[in-house]
């Protein structure tokens, strides 16, 4: 029992479709030589299946046993769902005291539970399953006792589970490690039973579900029409929605070769709230991307670029729009070896119009020689920092121009007004197309008006030009009088 | 109800990441509503006529009607140093199965992807209806 499998996750969440199944056959002594065998001639079997996440979520039933009318007989246990087992063992422990054919009953019992007291750290979660080969379980005990009890002290451990947070996520280490062959346990009766336990692991990581295909000579193509309908709620009088959407598109100019994350967030003016069930200041990160030499399409020079494509989603409403929010980002990259978080490069960009921004990043640098080098050999902090929101930049430090951030950001406004508006509009030209004669009617006044106007212009320039005549000759009149008196 | 209508074309791939031995690709793509945004799977059929995922590409719909020049990076997920040792020689690679996280989380930082392309599109965008609703794209 040396050994341990392990098997690794991205978050807690990603357990919720974890499977275990534990089974248990009784073996005949006859065939028990001492090694780690197959049931040949198994004539029973019990089998045990549960889901993780629900041992993680709820502490008060982390403790439970299995249906004893199942196991009473040594058949095999009807597939049902674990929480559907749990809900009617604890209504039936609740409801009335265990009853003499639960006392009678044969076989193993089968007990999932946590050690209370590791369950208080953080960075480990243990827990076992149980059996007790004897008939005596539960028959001394009520329902609150038993779940209140300590899994160590009421049978054998099967299995071994902890869940380990480390830096990289989730680890569930099972012990002994069955992904080879069962084991072999001998019970305090004279059975022997052969274990075996698979865990069945349908996702590697939670949110980005990967898996590690090998190529195929086949793939189907196929595409498909798709229709949804978006609902779009007015917002209230005098409000304006704004939704802020776009994408991370790449970062440029950061070294090559190193694996970089943007961290993003959005700060919202006087006036301005956040829509949704995001969090103001909650933390926003994009995957990590390896920065590479690459030409882009017509550009002349190559770069260093790391692709993200990271879609963004911010919902607003605002009664000020003259004000405009802020995006803030920060560039950073994880060492592994170091286990450490290197700030790189940090910027912000106000949002107002649909456009391709190019953020330009800044570093801080300190002035000082000794964090100078340390900075250079030591690196980032060991936790991962948010973005400081209007942080000033220290007097013991400058900054330097480090790469820029390519942001596609689109803006869609919402309003009442803006309806109203178009309503307006909508109104006067339906008016205007309903009444064929009120069109024709106001088109004969417009264009009698625009003539009687150019008229008018046509007139005072004509009264212009006769009055200038008149009065250049005056002019030559005066000039020729003048002439004679000399 | 309003509509947006979306004609277009994808223009071309421009790979950045070089393999080997030549390789054809070709495109599935999908829609994600919200706003809608279109993504792209990017595959590499070899010359032994295998074909395995290449990259994946995601970008949000303009909400300004008329004709836009879209330019979509695709990256893909990379594995440890054994991994991409077996998938140079031998194919394969990470796959991603569920699109419909991309759009959140917060601990995705420990993915790590590596670009390998950039996709061109020309797209026409057509809105109907939605001053009906009093929005306006800026």
């Not at chain 1, 248990?24 to 065939?31: D, G, V, Y």
């Not at chain 1, 017509?298 to 009664?319: E, M, Q, S």
């Not at chain 1, 300190?366 to 920092?385: A, D, H, M, N, Y």
């Not at chain 1, 150019?454 to 009088?481: C, F, G, H, Y």
């Amino acid at each position: 029992m040396s050994y341990a499998g392990s098997y690794r996750f991205a978050s807690i969440g990603q357990l919720d479709e974890l499977v275990m199944r534990v089974s248990l056959t009784r073996q005949s002594t006859a065939f028990n030589f001492g090694h780690p065998i197959l049931p040949s001639n198994a004539s029973d079997e019990l089998s045990l299946e549960f889901r993780w996440q629900e041992h993680i979520a709820r502490a008060t039933n982390r403790l439970f046993t299995i249906n004893q009318e199942q196991l009473s007989n040594n058949l095999n246990l009807v597939k049902k769902s674990f929480s559907d087992r749990r809900r009617s063992f604890l209504a039936d422990c609740s409801k009335r005291p265990r009853s003499s054919r639960d006392e009678k009953s044969v076989g193993p019992q089968y007990v999932v539970g946590s050690n209370p007291e590791r369950l208080l750290l953080k960075k480990c979660v243990s827990m076992f399953v149980l059996a007790d080969f004897t008939k005596k379980i539960g028959t001394e005990t009520d329902s609150e006792n038993l779940l209140d009890a300590t899994p160590l002290d009421t049978g054998h451990v099967l299995v071994e589970l902890h869940l380990i947070e480390d830096s990289y996520g989730f680890q569930l280490r099972v012990i002994p490690d069955f992904s080879d062959e069962p084991y072999t346990l001998r019970g305090n009766s004279e059975n022997t039973y052969i274990m075996s336990v698979t865990v069945k692991k349908p996702n590697v990581l939670q949110d980005l579900q990967i898996s590690f295909p090998r190529p195929t000579n086949e793939k189907s193509v196929f595409l498909s029409k798709k229709m949804a309908e978006m609902s779009i709620a007015q917002p209230k009088e005098g409000q304006i929605r704004t939704t802020i959407f776009g994408e991370i598109v790449s970062a440029v100019g950061f070294p090559k070769n190193k694996s970089l994350f943007v961290l993003y967030t959005a700060s919202s003016p006087h006036g301005w709230s956040l829509l949704g069930k995001r969090a103001e200041d909650e933390l926003n990160a994009t995957f990590s991307s390896i920065s590479l030499r690459y030409r882009p399409p017509g550009a002349a020079i190559a770069k260093n670029i790391a692709h993200f494509g990271h879609p963004f989603h911010f919902n607003y409403t605002t009664t000020e729009p003259e004000n405009l929010p802020r995006m803030h980002f920060k560039v950073v990259h994880f060492d592994v070896n170091t286990e450490r978080y290197h700030t790189l490069a940090t910027g912000s960009a106000s949002v107002g119009e649909s456009n391709l921004a190019r953020v330009p990043l800044v570093r801080t640098i300190p002035k000082g020689f000794v964090e100078r080098l340390r900075e250079r050999f030591i690196g980032g902090s060991k936790c991962l920092t948010g973005i400081v929101v209007g942080q000033k930049i220290a007097s013991d430090s400058y900054t330097v121009p480090e790469g820029e951030l390519i942001v596609r950001v689109q803006v869609l406004r919402q309003s009442r007004k803006y309806r109203l508006e178009d309503l307006l509009i909508e109104s006067q030209l339906r008016l205007l197309k309903s009444s064929g004669q009120t069109l024709s009617t106001v088109q004969v006044a417009l264009s009698a008006f625009q003539e009687a106007r150019l008229k008018m212009i046509q007139a005072r320039q004509e009264q212009k030009q006769i009055v200038d005549t008149e009065v250049s000759n005056q002019e030559t009149r005066q000039r020729s009088a003048q002439r004679r008196t000399r | 109800m309003a509509e947006l209508h979306l004609i277009g074309q994808i223009e071309s791939f421009e790979v950045q990441e070089t393999g080997r031995g030549s390789a054809s690709f070709y495109c599935d793509y999908r829609l994600v509503f919200d706003w809608p945004r279109i993504v792209f799977e990017v595959w590499k059929t070899d010359s032994l006529n295998r074909s395995e995922i290449f990259g994946y590409g995601v970008a949000h719909l303009p909400c300004k009607a008329g004709f836009h020049n879209l330019t979509v990076p695709v990256w893909r997920p990379v594995g440890c140093n054994a991994e991409e040792v077996q998938r140079q020689f031998l194919g394969g690679g990470y796959e991603i199965t569920n699109f419909d996280a991309l759009a959140a989380g917060t601990e995705r930082y420990k993915l790590l992807t590596s670009g390998t392309g950039v996709i061109r599109l020309g797209i026409s965008i057509i809105l109907r209806n939605l001053s009906k609703f009093g929005v306006r794209t800026s």
